[in-house]
């Protein structure tokens, strides 16, 4: 860091001069993701009548997506086992997983590591619980033995995304503003 004296300008001010890489994905902004945004019900994409989510990045590039999960009902959301990394925080309620003694509330971050296997539990005094979650890779959701039952993906979650802002009548391609 240089020292500025009275007849240097402030270079620091100065917007990088050189081009972009060629082909680079264009940044993503949502304005308004933790307030305004999250009011708009149908921007929800509803995966069963009381869990929905709102993808904020589904990166088919890398494999992994960035969403919002709503959760308007108490007990078992999902048993599922992490092929990724996962992190999140919790924006509004609270959660735990069956599995272990801690519990997710309102401003609260976990970390999942790949390879857990977990069930997602909702108090039954939360009457909707809002998390924000970056999911690297998927997960296959499991009965309490292990078998596979399902799974999700940043490719099952866009197929999903796209089917409902078309039946909203937003069009199947809203969904590409979030696809990097």
Do not use: C
């Amino acid at each position: 860091m240089s020292v500025q004296t009275a007849k240097q300008p402030d270079q620091s001010a100065v917007p990088y001069q050189l081009a972009q890489p060629p082909l680079m994905s264009p940044d993503l902004v949502l304005k308004g993701a933790l307030d305004s945004w999250l009011e708009d019900d149908n921007l929800w994409v509803p995966s069963t009548p009381t869990v929905s989510f709102k993808p904020l990045m589904l990166n088919t590039s890398q494999g992994y997506f960035v969403n919002l999960l709503r959760v308007r009902k108490s007990g078992v959301v999902s048993r599922h086992r992490h092929a990724g990394s996962v992190h999140a925080l919790v924006l509004k309620g609270r959660w735990y997983y069956l599995e272990h003694d801690w519990v997710a509330e309102q401003g609260s971050y976990a970390f999942e590591p790949p390879g857990e296997t977990h069930t997602l539990f909702v108090p039954e005094d939360v009457e909707e619980m809002i998390t924000w979650f970056h999911v690297t890779g998927g997960y296959t959701y499991v009965d309490p033995q292990g078998v596979a039952l399902g799974y999700e993906d940043v490719f099952t979650k866009l197929d999903l995304a796209q089917r409902h802002y078309e039946s909203i009548g937003l069009g199947a391609d809203y969904v590409r503003q979030f696809v990097r």
